[in-house]
Nanobody, 114 residues
Framework: QVQLVESGGGLVQPGGSLRLSCAAS????????MGWYRQAPGKQRELVAR???????TYADSVKGRFTVSRDNAKNTVYLQMNSLKPDDTAVYCC????????WGQGTQVTVSS
């Protein structure tokens, strides 16, 4: 079983930055990918960014150039650096780890508001 612990959410003004972290622990086999999804009220969950074990990254068009996903393989941790945040980025952000199955974090609230 894999446990995920997320941190780094909060309230930030438009144009500000936040960094999310998600650490995986437990019985971890080879992690194939780690990523971040978000869900805003009344909207479907969407992929924000993902990084594979080989370092290949994928981003939603809406965050390209503003968000950066990275991972520390030694710590089984994935990060999401979010810059130039907009009110439309307000959502619950969840990390997902794929390792012989898919595991989800509990989610962390990100609110962008003045």
């Amino acid at each position: 079983q894999v446990q995920l612990v997320e941190s780094g959410g909060g309230l930030v003004q438009p144009g500000g930055s936040l960094r999310l972290s998600c650490a995986a622990s437990g019985t971890i086999f080879s992690i194939t990918s780690m990523g971040w999804y978000r869900q805003a009220p009344g909207k479907q969950r969407e992929l924000v960014a993902r990084i594979t074990s080989g370092g290949t990254t994928t981003y939603a068009d809406s965050v390209k150039g503003r968000f950066t996903v990275s991972r520390d393989n030694a710590k089984n941790t994935v990060y999401l650096q979010m810059n130039s945040l907009k009110p439309d980025d307000t959502a619950v952000y969840c990390c997902k780890v794929t390792s012989r199955g898919a595991y989800w974090g509990q989610g962390t609230q990100v609110t962008v508001s003045s």
